[in-house]
Every structure is written in C-alpha cells, then in structure tokens.
Nanobody, 124 residues
Framework: QVQLTEVGGGLVQAGGSLRLSCTAS????????MAWFRQGAGQEREFVGQ?????????YYADSVKGRFTISRDNAKNTVDLQMNSLQVEDTAVYFC????????????????WGQGTQVTVSA
C-alpha cells in the first residue's frame, strides 16, 4: 500500500522559511515525478512545483513561488522536499505531496498518489 507522509508544516512570520518533507512508502518513485500542491481555505488546490524522476531531473514551479521555493528529492530515501523561503501571507495553505504523474502539462499535472497534507501558516 502506497503512503505519502508530509512533515514540516507550522507557523512562520512573513519573510521566514520552512522546509517540508514528504516520505513515500510502499514502492519506489525514483523514475516518476513527485510534486507539491497547496490548498488555501476556501480555494481550489493549486500546483506548487514538481520534480521529474530518473537520473537527470527537471523542476517546474508555479509562477507565484518561482524563485522562492525549491523542490529536491532523494531517491535513496524515497523523499521529496520543498524549501520555502521569503514566505508570504498568501502562501498560507495546506500543502500536499503527490507522486506518479498520470497526465497533464508541466505546470498543470495530475498525480495518482497523494498525502494527507500539512498546514503552513504565514503570519504578517
């Protein structure tokens, strides 16, 4: 059974940083994309960024986080991290990890597996 577990959420002041980590269990995702999405209160879930699988990886980010957020992965540990810098109040949301791309474009992808999410709250 595949499980994705996110950790690292919390409360931070605007301008601060947080690092989220997602650990996958049940199978390896080394050769497929992994991603982060977020959903603010009363909003639809939105794409944050993704990192492709394989020996050479590519990353794609939503325009709203580009230059502030960085995705990385460790295939040996089956993890994907999201380093978030220069956080803004608008970044407040539940952040979800996702794995195994099943369709869509680089900035509007669809994924098969999802984590339960971790809350990130940015205060002014």
């Amino acid at each position: 059974q595949v499980q994705l577990t996110e950790v690292g959420g919390g409360l931070v002041q605007a301008g601060g940083s947080l690092r989220l980590s997602c650990t996958a269990s049940g199978r390896s995702f080394s050769f497929t994309s992994m991603a982060w999405f977020r959903q603010g209160a009363g909003q639809e879930r939105e794409f944050v960024g993704q990192i492709t699988g394989g020996s050479i990886t590519n990353t794609y980010y939503a325009d709203s986080v580009k230059g502030r957020f960085t995705i990385s992965r460790d295939n040996a540990k089956n993890t994907v991290d999201l380093q978030m810098n220069s956080l803004q109040v608008e970044d407040t949301a539940v952040y979800f990890c996702a794995a195994e791309w099943i369709g869509g474009s680089a900035k509007s992808p669809q994924f098969r597996y999802w984590g339960q999410g971790t809350q990130v709250t940015v205060s002014a």
